[in-house]
């Protein structure tokens, strides 16, 4: 199992509401096209109309949208009455309105469907958004009426969400520089333009390298152990690229991760991970300069702030508090996987003995022989297992559960706006009243324009006020093995737990009922927002589900038990592998989260430094290395946060043993998580609301069970930072 990327957050700015647009200042040429983000939506649900909108539409938008949001700000500001919730805070909540119609579309197609015309826009719109951000978080007036009501939040008898939203506005203006004096606060604003200059580049860089790599085969012989859909997979993009009767393997997961784990051309199999482990490292599109750009832009916005370090900044913000308490978890995690490593490895160092084999397993093996003993161990070939979770079938899947579990139907919109002629759109209700619940897309196949990974976002957030309310638009993108000329897309046992990851986070967007924005859906402490998209990753597999999903592609044919049985048996196969590497990307986070850089440093020599501290098996490597670490390094979202996946993992697993112990689909767990977590938000406090669902706090103990790992006396739970 794989941690998959973050819901997408929007960076900087989530405080507006959507209410009706207000007349904005810019022209607009009623004989010609109409900028569609200058009116409101006539769509169903507000879908953002995509096929009207134009490259020259973003930026005119984004301007009136600054416009818009200044003059609103500057009303809350000259407002001569005593500060209260609703004519500050809920007045911020609504502001906005043209901006985040922009900038949530922009956001969202720059990942999911780039091209050199949004390249050269986002050139403006990042530092511009950046700019109209810091404006607002370091105007003085704005400050001081959100801290009039702080101080005096215990004595307005306010609501628990009112009064955390509160509290969460001040924390957000203090962190963003609105204590700081006039000169700091200029020198925190040229900080935030150039991280989002350099994160803008660091993305670049690292969709070119990505695009930019491939393997081409022209032997056919050097295709050996690749399943057929690989291998056809292949021959469809040597052709597209004009290379008929070869084949051509690319970085993208559906590529690379195939190649790995079944070609027996060991020399292919270095070629691939050694294109993998030194991607965006090399040429035009070298992320390394760029990274020690950015740790030098953090620790100065660091101590600007007065942190210690970045890692500081970035953790007081969440659940963990410190970084102490994440390497404490992730120590707890990290020793017993490499323990489990160390047998894994003896199990296919012995397999590749028996065969002949001439070498130690090294990194580019792994996969291979993971796969090899598993065969050998369980009988099971995941090759023919995927012929049961063709895309369309694990759809059915996700929706089953939602509504076996939330009691909500999925009904596809063929006729609704959609930003790719692959997007599909869905129309979600109350399976018992027909009540609008909420709008779901899904984009699940590679491209050239979209990046690597899978996330979940919103084009429009939810609310809840008296009797008006806004219901959310959730999409979720993956980049899934496509469908070729001969069978559908089939599924790896990863992508099928990746879907239901991202679906997730989706119903995380689509069943919340906060009633303000700022804490609805995925608006939760980062360290919390993985708890849904995890624990629904344990129905994917589950029996009592598999049965009604998992149909053989051809036949048509249910799972047969047998097989659910080898894949119950297996499910702890490699995991000392999965989990060290991902373990450790999170503990090379938090090293990259101590540093105070002010001088350029050998960012691979610093890896290498933190892999041998930590003891890191020779077999493997970080699962993201700092070039291609786009969680860290292509925005602040993940930024000595990567460790977040494991401790929402911890309440993940402790939380699914209820369900296991009560009946996976049984109606009162169900609604106990429904109504704490999914609906709640971050309108409370986050470990609050899990002990409201589970009865208990959690502990790493139910994580290691299901990992299939032991705990481990007297843990070395302080790496070094190597500073």
Not at 256 to 264: G, H, M, N
Request: hydrophobic share 40%.
């Amino acid at each position: 199992m794989q941690p998959q990327l973050e819901p997408m957050k929007y960076p900087l700015l989530t405080i507006a509401a959507a209410a009706l647009l207000a007349s904005c200042g810019g022209s607009v040429n009623k004989d010609a096209h109409e900028n569609p983000f200058l009116s409101e939506y006539t769509t169903p649900y507000q879908i953002p109309p995509f096929e009207e909108i134009r490259y020259e539409d973003y930026i005119p938008a984004l301007e009136a949208g600054i416009s818009q949001k200044k003059a609103q700000i500057d009303s809350i500001t000259s407002n001569p009455d005593e500060p209260t919730f609703d004519n500050t805070i809920m007045a911020l909540e609504r502001s906005g309105e043209i901006l985040e119609k922009v900038a949530i579309v922009f956001f969202a197609l720059d990942e999911s469907n780039s091209s050199d015309e949004m390249v050269e826009i986002a050139e403006k719109f990042y530092p511009a958004y950046s700019a109209i951000n810091d404006e607002i978080f370091m105007n003085d007036a704005l400050f001081q009426r959100v801290k009039s009501l702080y101080d005096r939040r215990d004595d307005l008898a306010l609501r628990p969400d009112q009064k955390r939203a509160i509290e969460e506005y001040y924390k957000q203006f203090a962190r963003n520089g609105a204590l700081l004096d006039a000169e700091k606060k200029e020198q925190l604003k040229a900080v935030n333009t150039e991280l989002s200059e350099l994160y803008l580049t660091f993305n670049k860089n690292l969709l070119n390298a990505t695009n930019d790599f491939s393997i081409v085969v022209a032997d056919s012989a050097r295709l050996a152990g690749l399943p057929a859909s690989s291998v056809a997979q292949a021959a469809e993009e040597a052709a597209a690229k004009g290379l008929d009767g070869q084949w051509v393997f690319t970085l993208h997961a559906p590529s690379r991760l195939p190649l790995l784990q079944y070609a027996k051309d060991r020399d292919l199999r270095k070629q691939m991970y050694e294109g993998y482990t030194t991607l965006a490292t090399q040429g035009q599109n070298n992320n390394l300069p760029v990274i020690n750009k950015i740790l030098k832009a953090r620790t100065k916005k660091a101590q600007l702030l007065g942190y210690e370090n970045y890692g500081s900044y970035m953790t007081e913000n969440v659940m963990a508090k410190n970084i102490p308490t994440a390497e404490n978890l992730l120590m707890q995690i990290w020793q017993p996987a490499v323990v489990k490593v160390k047998e894994e490895v003896a199990e296919m160092q012995a397999l590749a003995d028996s065969e002949g084999a001439d070498f130690k397993i090294a990194p580019w093996d792994y996969y291979y022989y993971a796969e090899k003993v598993r065969q050998k161990k369980y009988d099971l070939d995941e090759s023919k297992v995927r012929e049961y979770f063709a895309v369309d079938s694990v759809r059915k899947g996700i929706f089953t559960m939602a509504e076996r579990l939330y009691n909500v139907k999925f009904t596809e919109m063929p006729d609704a706006p959609k930003y790719y002629p692959e997007v599909t759109v869905y129309d979600v209700t109350d399976a018992t009243s027909g009540e609008h619940v909420a709008v779901f897309m899904t984009d699940y196949f590679p491209r050239a324009s979209k990046r690597q990974g899978a996330w979940m976002s919103e084009f429009k957030g939810s609310w809840q006020e008296g009797d008006s309310s806004s219901r959310p638009i959730i999409y979720n993108i993956g980049n899934f093995t496509r469908p070729t000329a001969d069978t559908p897309a089939l599924l790896t046992l990863d992508e099928v737990e990746t879907m239901f990851h991202e679906f997730g986070h989706g119903l995380h967007g689509m069943l919340s009922r906060a009633p303000i924005k700022s804490q609805a859906g995925t608006n939760v402490d980062r360290d919390f927002v993985e708890l849904p998209s995890q624990i629904h990753e344990h129905w994917a597999l589950e029996p009592e589900l598999l049965r009604q999903y998992a149909h053989h592609y051809k036949t048509g044919e249910v799972i047969p038990d047998e097989l659910i049985a080898k894949l119950e048996a297996a499910a702890t196969h490699n995991q000392g592998f999965t989990t060290a590497e991902l373990a450790g990307a999170a503990l090379l986070d938090l090293q990259f989260g101590k540093l105070n850089v002010t001088d350029d440093i050998d960012i691979e020599a610093f890896q290498a430094q933190v892999a041998d501290q930590l003891g890191m098996p020779q077999e493997l490597t970080f699962r993201y290395r700092a070039p291609y670490f786009k969680h860290i390094f292509g925005s602040d979202g993940y930024a000595s946060g990567y460790y977040t996946y494991l401790w929402a993992e911890v309440l993940d697993t402790d939380g699914f043993e209820l369900f296991k112990e009560k009946g996976i689909f049984d109606p009162e767990t169900a609604k106990k998580f429904k109504e704490n977590i999914l609906e709640k938000g971050g309108s409370e406090d986050p470990m609050e609301l899990y002990v409201k669902f589970r009865g208990h706090e959690p502990s790493v103990d139910a994580l290691l069970r299901n990992r299939g790992l032991k705990p481990i006396k007297n843990l070395n739970v302080n790496p070094k930072s190597g500073k």
